[in-house]
């Protein structure tokens, strides 16, 4: 089963910050905290990925809680080009530790005009 | 860059028949190979784990025998559904796992009439 919880849909104004977030309360030490997305019928797509410092790129934001139960992922100025199923995973970061990318839900984000 | 090159993109076949589909990891070695299933508006959902050279380990209520999984180099795992059925109707992904990061292919829709 899935480690995290995310809201099922969100939407965002076209140019606006998305922020959405992801509850991994059960998270190991030695977890990562990842991040993809999906847009329909394609495969999963990297965002970004951290353990417990913030972490930035050129997609996105990663802020994770000083407890690492929770972390929220920033699109900085959406576009309608964003629209997908984003979807946030614990795992080790190598799988030589056992990690596998367990799937949840995810959230599906609609970016509006 | 990295990518995982999955073909083919769509497959239509006849009950009964068997369907092969290969995924190349392109400018690096994926020593860890995960095939995934995802059926209409659900998540990802993991099959199978399979490393360069050993068999592949199933999760639990995926036959073995009817997804056969090969993973003979570092840069080439197939999936075979062997007498397929309407019901293996469904989208299949891999991804490709270096040490470090997952590279997911783009997927293949499978369509058993």
């Known amino acids: 089963d899935a480690k995290t919880t995310q809201p099922p849909s969100m939407d965002c104004a076209e140019g606006r910050a998305a922020n959405l977030p992801c509850n991994h309360s059960?998270?190991?030490?030695?977890?990562?905290v990842y991040w993809y997305r999906q847009i329909h019928s394609q495969g999963p797509q990297y965002i970004i990925h951290?353990?417990?410092n913030n972490e930035t790129n050129e997609m996105a934001s990663l802020i994770i809680t000083e407890d690492r139960k929770s972390s929220t992922l920033i699109l900085p100025h959406a576009t309608l080009r964003d629209t997908a199923v984003y979807y946030c995973?614990?795992?080790?970061?190598?799988?030589?530790?056992?990690?596998?990318?367990?799937f949840g839900q995810g959230t599906e984000l609609s970016v509006k005009p | 860059g990295a990518v995982v090159s999955q073909h083919p993109s769509w497959v239509i076949c006849k009950s009964g028949t068997s369907v092969k589909i290969e995924c190349r990891s392109l400018?690096?070695?994926?020593?860890?190979m995960f095939w995934y299933r995802q059926f209409p508006k659900q998540s990802l959902m993991l099959m199978a784990t399979?490393?360069?050279?050993?068999?592949?380990?199933?999760e639990q209520g995926v036959e073995k025998d009817k997804f056969l999984i090969n993973h003979a180099s570092l840069t080439l795992s197939t999936l075979t559904v062997t007498s397929a059925h309407p019901e293996d109707s469904s989208f299949y992904i891999c991804?490709?796992?270096?040490?470090?990061?997952?590279?997911f292919g783009q997927g293949t829709r499978l369509t058993v009439v």
């Open positions: 995973i614990v795992s080790p970061l190598s799988y030589n530790q056992g990690g596998k990318l367990i």
């Open positions: 059960t998270i190991s030490g030695n977890e990562y």
């Open positions: 951290g353990l417990k």
């Open positions: 400018d690096f070695q994926a020593t860890t």
């Open positions: 399979s490393n360069e050279g050993s068999k592949a380990t199933y």
């Open positions: 991804s490709g796992q270096s040490n470090t990061e997952a590279f």
